[in-house]
């Protein structure tokens, strides 16, 4: 198992520009989160999943879009980027039980100019 | 506003001590309990997890849950420097099925 896979690893845009970035998990997990992190910052939720189809707004969505077409892919999209908006990203999976472990992908740093 | 709190750091200890990381939570619902570990440059790995009121020991990390009062704990035995790096507390609430991570603390160790 690959487990869960981001790409790409480090992007710049520049101010307006637009992209997506990917990320796909092969454990069968229906909840996948997409969360970004600044330095010193812990982590804040972006958007979540609970399955296909299905998506919801976390702490700061602005600036920000997805979708859950297939259980396997959760692409998050930035249209209009802004410097703001620098930072890593992290793509996560979690299986239905509760408990369960949230697994991470390596994550995708971005850089606004 | 759901919150996990995380004693503010750095935390430096030398090689061979006891480390102890402390976590405070809000949100009474919160049914587990998760400490991540997370290099510089890298992403978060899960390195203990709890559920129940007590202690969990894992090698040599424990972790101590108290939901009287809202508290988590992470200690950590005979630190090494291969443990310098960022921890994570989480704790998840079923009811939206999210994790709240508190800001980490950065802990060193001391050759």
């Known amino acids: 198992n690959a487990g869960v896979t981001q790409t790409p690893k480090f992007r710049i845009l520049k101010i307006g520009q637009s992209m997506t970035l990917q990320c796909t998990q092969d454990?069968?997990?229906?909840?996948m989160y997409w969360y970004r992190q600044d330095p010193g910052m812990g982590l804040k939720l972006i958007y979540y999943?609970?399955?296909?189809?299905?998506?919801d707004k976390g702490e700061v969505p602005n600036g920000y879009n997805v979708s859950r077409s297939t259980t396997e892919d959760f692409p998050l999209r930035l249209e209009l980027a802004a410097p703001s908006q620098t930072s890593v990203y992290f793509c996560?999976?979690?299986?239905?039980?509760?408990?369960?472990?949230?697994?991470f992908g390596p994550g995708t740093r971005l850089t606004v100019l | 506003q759901k919150e996990v709190e995380q004693n503010s750091g750095p935390l430096s200890v030398p090689e061979g001590a006891i480390a102890s990381l402390n976590c405070t939570y809000s949100?009474?619902?919160?049914?587990?309990f998760f400490w991540y570990r997370q290099y510089s440059g890298k992403s978060p790995e899960l390195i203990m997890s709890?559920?129940?009121?007590g202690d969990k020991e894992d090698g040599r990390f424990t972790a101590q849950l108290n939901k009287a009062s809202q508290y988590v704990s992470l200690l950590i035995r005979d630190s090494q420097p291969s443990d310098s790096a960022t921890y994570l507390c989480?704790?998840?609430?079923?009811?939206?099925?999210?994790?709240?991570f508190g800001k980490g603390i950065t802990l060193s160790v001391r050759p």
């Open positions: 996560a999976s979690r299986g239905l039980a509760v408990p369960s472990e949230q697994f």
């Open positions: 454990m069968n997990h229906n909840y």
């Open positions: 999943s609970v399955g296909a189809g299905i998506t």
């Open positions: 949100d009474r619902g919160s049914q587990s």
């Open positions: 709890i559920y129940s009121n």
């Open positions: 989480a704790a998840f609430t079923g009811a939206n099925s999210k994790l709240t």
